[in-house]
């Protein structure tokens, strides 16, 4: 028998949202927290550049060259390891297909890093075809600081610890070398759906 | 305060996860921060939301006796142990409290001289988690309150919202090469983390916890 929790009811959240949108142990929240594991960066705009390194090759663009690349505006779900889920979440950004495009590569992974130190580790079938982009604007308007601007990484079908704030570069690997959460107790892939919070789940 | 058969121990600043099932099989998970030093039996501080799910029922429904399903410890980054150094500046708003305090009874509990410094904001005197433990610690631990919406007759401390002023009057001087722990509301941890960096505390120095709703869209 499984564990129940005496006495224990719930909230019964809205009957709007669709049960199959939500991964186990997710809960919807209309607010966005904020969470991280240090200081906000505030590089300035014409410092800004962002990077696709490949082996010897480096491909670069500062802010006006990335905000001149075709972008999109897509709405999805976002899922926190922290267990909050945010439905129908507005973003604009360019697709890591049309950076990657640019550069020769072949390698299996990729490290995202970002100011700050932070990074994180994808393969990189989970950053191609439509499932990513470089995101520069949230509901509307440009990304504020505290969610990651400039701009963030942006993967929606993994937790949202993958989608690493203050975004300014993608390194092809040919390992799937461990980033900042992975190192700290976190999964490696973190797939929401299979509730691949910690290590070892 | 928890009794967990074969918990492996825990750090300084982890957490652990919370699961609640419902006869239906609902279920809602929650994390909080261990308030307990490690080699202590595991305890936590819980916060009583007013539209909380999980919190009112461990705070209300919850009896001595019942059994609880949790996971961890859990994070391995917003840690401190003796061996870490210091000098340590903790800074805490609200429920943040929790993680620093299990911080502290560490220090105490492991005998490290590491000097520290709790700059702790509430709302009023009677928000003031761990009072009484607070005002036991010795001078290697220096305690600083603000109260910031309401403070009893006589008070001499803070009456304000953490500010860089404030900051810059209480926070180890950059030169000591402090290593600083904020915990709290995602604002003030905002206010807290870009006031130490425009102090000059190295950012890779300054770890940052923050929970609470934020209110944004």
Same mark, same amino acid.
């Given at each position: 028998?499984?564990?129940?929790?005496?006495?224990?009811?719930?909230?019964?959240? +809205?009957?709007?949202? +669709?049960?199959?949108?939500?991964?186990?142990?997710?809960?919807?929240?209309?607010?966005?927290?904020?969470?991280?594991?240090?200081?906000?960066?505030?590089?300035?705009?014409?410092?800004?550049?962002?990077?696709?390194?490949?082996?010897?090759?480096?491909? %670069?663009?500062?802010?006006?060259?990335?905000?001149?690349?075709?972008?999109?505006?897509?709405?999805?779900?976002?899922?926190?390891?922290?267990?909050?889920?945010?439905? +129908?979440?507005?973003?604009?950004?360019?697709?890591?297909?049309?950076?990657?495009?640019?550069?020769?590569? +072949?390698?299996?992974?990729?490290?995202?890093?970002?100011?700050?130190? #932070?990074?994180?580790?994808?393969?990189?079938?989970?950053? %191609?075809?439509?499932?990513?982009?470089?995101?520069?604007?949230? !509901?509307?308007?440009?990304?504020?600081?505290?969610?990651?601007?400039?701009?963030?990484?942006?993967?929606?079908?993994?937790?949202?610890?993958?989608?690493?704030?203050?975004?300014? !570069?993608?390194?092809?690997?040919?390992?799937?070398?461990?980033?900042?959460?992975?190192?700290?107790? #976190?999964?490696?892939?973190?797939?929401?759906?299979?509730?691949?919070?910690?290590?070892?789940? | 305060?928890?009794?967990?058969?074969?918990?492996?121990? *825990?750090?300084?600043?982890? *957490? =652990?996860?919370?699961?609640?099932?419902?006869?239906?099989?609902?279920?809602?998970?929650?994390?909080?921060?261990?308030?307990?030093?490690?080699?202590?039996?595991?305890?936590?501080?819980?916060?009583? &939301?007013?539209?909380?799910?999980?919190?009112? $029922?461990?705070?209300?429904?919850?009896?001595?006796?019942?059994? =609880?399903? =949790?996971?961890?410890?859990?994070?391995?980054?917003?840690?401190?142990?003796?061996?870490?150094?210091?000098?340590?500046? &903790?800074?805490?708003?609200?429920?943040?409290?929790?993680?620093?305090?299990?911080? &502290?009874?560490?220090?105490?509990?492991?005998?490290?001289?590491?000097?520290?410094?709790?700059? $702790?904001?509430?709302?009023?005197?009677?928000?003031?988690? $761990?009072?009484?433990?607070?005002?036991?610690?010795?001078?290697?631990?220096?305690?600083?309150?603000?109260?910031?919406?309401?403070?009893?007759?006589?008070?001499?401390?803070?009456?304000?919202?953490?500010?860089?002023?404030?900051?810059?009057?209480?926070?180890?001087?950059?030169?000591?090469?402090?290593?600083?722990?904020?915990?709290?509301?995602?604002?003030?941890?905002?206010?807290?983390?870009?006031?130490?960096?425009?102090?000059? $505390?190295?950012?890779?120095?300054?770890?940052?916890?923050?929970?609470?709703?934020?209110?944004?869209?």
């Amino acid at each position: 028998m499984s564990f129940i929790s005496r006495g224990f009811r719930g909230r019964r959240r +809205d009957s709007e949202v +669709d049960p199959s949108r939500v991964p186990p142990g997710q809960y919807v929240t209309d607010d966005f927290p904020v969470l991280s594991a240090g200081p906000t960066p505030h590089t300035p705009i014409e410092e800004w550049t962002f990077s696709i390194v490949a082996g010897d090759e480096r491909k %670069t663009w500062t802010w006006e060259e990335f905000r001149a690349l075709p972008h999109e505006t897509v709405t999805v779900d976002i899922h926190c390891v922290t267990r909050w889920s945010k439905l +129908d979440t507005i973003w604009d950004g360019v697709s890591v297909d049309t950076l990657l495009e640019q550069v020769d590569h +072949d390698a299996p992974y990729v490290l995202a890093s970002s100011d700050g130190g #932070y990074t994180t580790n994808l393969p990189i079938e989970d950053v %191609t075809d439509g499932k990513a982009w470089i995101a520069f604007g949230y !509901g509307g308007e440009m990304l504020e600081p505290e969610h990651g601007g400039p701009a963030r990484l942006l993967v929606p079908h993994l937790y949202f610890w993958k989608s690493a704030k203050w975004v300014r !570069g993608l390194g092809l690997r040919d390992e799937n070398e461990p980033g900042f959460w992975e190192t700290n107790g #976190y999964h490696l892939y973190g797939d929401p759906w299979l509730e691949q919070r910690y290590a070892g789940d | 305060m928890l009794d967990v058969p074969e918990w492996p121990g *825990h750090r300084a600043g982890q *957490h =652990l996860d919370i699961r609640l099932t419902a006869e239906d099989g609902y279920r809602a998970e929650r994390e909080y921060s261990i308030a307990s030093a490690p080699g202590e039996p595991v305890a936590i501080t819980v916060e009583r &939301l007013d539209d909380g799910e999980v919190s009112p $029922y461990l705070t209300e429904e919850l009896h001595t006796g019942d059994a =609880l399903e =949790l996971r961890g410890p859990v994070g391995g980054y917003f840690v401190w142990g003796p061996e870490d150094g210091g000098p340590l500046l &903790l800074v805490a708003g609200g429920s943040g409290i929790v993680p620093l305090r299990a911080m &502290l009874r560490h220090r105490v509990r492991s005998g490290s001289e590491v000097p520290a410094r709790l700059l $702790y904001s509430s709302r009023t005197l009677e928000d003031v988690i $761990y009072r009484a433990e607070l005002e036991g610690h010795d001078e290697g631990v220096e305690v600083v309150h603000t109260l910031t919406r309401e403070q009893p007759a006589g008070w001499t401390g803070y009456t304000r919202r953490v500010d860089a002023e404030l900051l810059g009057e209480v926070a180890w001087p950059v030169g000591e090469s402090p290593l600083a722990f904020v915990c709290g509301p995602t604002s003030f941890v905002e206010t807290v983390a870009d006031g130490l960096v425009e102090l000059g $505390y190295s950012p890779e120095r300054i770890k940052t916890e923050r929970f609470g709703a934020t209110g944004g869209k």
